[in-house]
């Protein structure tokens, strides 16, 4: 039987096979993707997680976040709870602090809870998060390889709690996006400042400062310096100088005992293993993601995925939101473009 032969009677034979043809396998995989990634949505926010749709509550992401802007507007330490502060929940070992961001985030909330209502800050943040985040995730289906469609299809319960959540992760994905094209597209400066300001929002993405360095952009790590250090000024002038010294322990007991048992060291001591072997397991994803990018040097957009994967797991704190993190990793593998460096993204 000839190959046309068996093409007709495929056809005749396989319910739908001219439909799926005559949209063309990428695209139909796109609606699905598209209708699955809405569906998780629509299910967490009016069956499973209905109480995300209250952001103002203590305890979500965006109440915190209030809440730090609330306490350097009042005057009152950043990392612990005076009198008067709005009720932040903690949950030792895990969460000992009321904000685990650096300061430049409740920097930026200080004028947000110094000109508008816990409310109206509150409910803006979640709509500007909702809106930016979903339309980057359904821009990067709708122009994206199978490669990257089946991705976002596996993230899609991260997906689906990040936007509800109004964590800065739902802002921090799109810029690390955007920094991917922007390096790729002559504008290596902004992709690095705007590495930068991730970093100064999360301290993570700073990893992928060497993904720049191992490009040999000059301009992307220039960006990301300036970048850096306007960062700095501003978290100074917005906050002070002890929360900035408070914040590095924050990171010392997040890094030795606030570990979750998503991440790597939670894995590790989950196996029954103890001091120092958590602490070593994130030494020793660091420096394998650190020899990975330099290996793939000649091909950056493999390069950036291991960048962005070392990113998201050589940290303590890992949850299902964390995963959204993996998001920009996805970036390079877009349907129609083909890269210089000889990397042709999967077209499906």
């Known amino acids: ?88 929940p903690l949950a030792p070992p895990y969460v000992t602090v009321p904000l685990l961001s650096p300061p430049l985030m409740a920097v930026i909330w200080r004028p947000l809870a110094t000109l508008l209502s816990a409310d109206a800050s509150i409910h803006l943040w979640f709509v500007v998060v909702l809106t930016v985040f979903l339309a980057t995730v359904l821009w990067q289906v709708w122009t994206g390889s199978g490669v990257r469609v089946l991705g976002i299809a596996v993230l899609a319960p991260a997906i689906a709690l990040t936007a509800l959540s109004g964590d800065i992760n739902g802002l921090l994905a799109p810029l690390l996006i955007a920094a991917w094209y922007w390096s790729r597209r002559r504008r290596q400066a902004a992709g690095g400042a705007a590495i930068a300001v991730a970093a100064a929002l999360k301290l993570t993405p700073a990893f992928l400062a060497w993904w720049l360095v191992v490009e040999r952009s000059g301009r992307g790590v220039f960006g990301f310096a300036i970048g850096l250090i306007a960062c700095a000024l501003v978290s100074l002038l917005g906050s002070t100088l002890a929360d900035h010294v408070a914040y590095l322990d924050v990171v010392a007991h997040t890094g030795t005992i606030g570990y979750t048992p998503w991440s790597v060291p939670g894995y590790v001591a989950a196996f029954g293993l103890g001091d120092p072997w958590p602490q070593a397991s994130l030494v020793v994803v660091a420096l394998s993601g650190t020899v990975g990018v330099w290996a793939l040097r000649a091909r950056p957009a493999l390069a950036w995925a291991v960048a962005v994967g070392t990113m998201v797991f050589a940290t303590p704190v890992v949850h299902l939101i964390t995963l959204s993190l993996l998001l920009p990793a996805l970036a390079p593998f877009d349907a129609r473009r083909v890269e210089a460096d000889g990397y042709r993204a999967v077209d499906g």
């Not at 695209?27 to 009016?46: C, G, K, M, P």
């Not at 103002?56 to 008067?84: C, F, K, M, W």
């Open 1 to 88: 039987m000839t190959h046309s032969s068996f093409a007709v009677l495929g056809e005749r034979d396989v319910p739908g096979w001219r439909v799926v043809r005559r949209i063309g396998p990428l695209r139909l995989l796109r609606y699905v993707v598209i209708a699955y990634v809405v569906a998780h949505v629509a299910r967490l926010a009016f069956i499973e997680g209905s109480f995300l749709l209250d952001p103002v509550q203590p305890g979500t992401d965006i109440a915190n976040y209030y809440a730090g802007g609330q306490r350097l507007r009042d005057g009152h330490p950043l990392y612990e709870l005076s009198p008067g502060d709005w009720p932040v």
